[in-house]
């Protein structure tokens, strides 16, 4: 069973920076492509970023460009989410997804499992709040 555990949220100041990691156990990582949505009080699941299984293609939602950084280390299992320039719109329960297919649906209801993928994981979120 595919287990998704993320870290390294928390409060954050305007500007500031947060890096979220989440790491994957029970199947092999190198064959996932990984992503971070990310959903806030009243608002659908958002598609913050993504990355390729092999980590040589990534994108990102606009509202992120230039600000935050996906990367993979297929070593230690795990993606990461560089956080910078934080706003306070970024203030979001961001949620670590793995899917054996490339990750580019951009918005959902809820920051679950889609139905119509088989080997979809989600974590368990982890709350950011960017606040002064």
């Known amino acids: 069973q595919v287990q998704l555990v993320e870290s390294g949220g928390g409060l954050a100041q305007p500007g500031g920076s947060l890096r979220l990691s989440c790491t994957m156990s029970g199947d092999t990582f190198s064959t996932y492509a990984l992503g971070w949505y990310r959903q806030a009080p009243g608002k659908e699941c958002e598609l913050v970023a993504a990355i390729t299984s092999t980590g040589g293609r990534t994108n990102y939602a606009n509202s992120v460009k230039d600000r935050f950084t996906i990367s993979r280390d297929n070593a230690v299992h795990t993606v990461y989410l560089q956080m910078n320039s934080l706003k306070p719109e970024d203030t979001a329960v961001y949620y670590c997804?793995?899917?054996?297919?490339?990750?580019?649906?951009?918005?959902?209801?809820?920051?679950?499992?889609?139905?119509?993928?088989?080997?979809?994981?989600w974590g368990q979120g982890t709350q950011v709040t960017v606040s002064s």
């Open positions: 997804n793995a899917d054996t297919f490339p990750i580019d649906t951009p918005n959902q209801a809820e920051c679950v499992k889609k139905p119509w993928r088989r080997y979809d994981y």
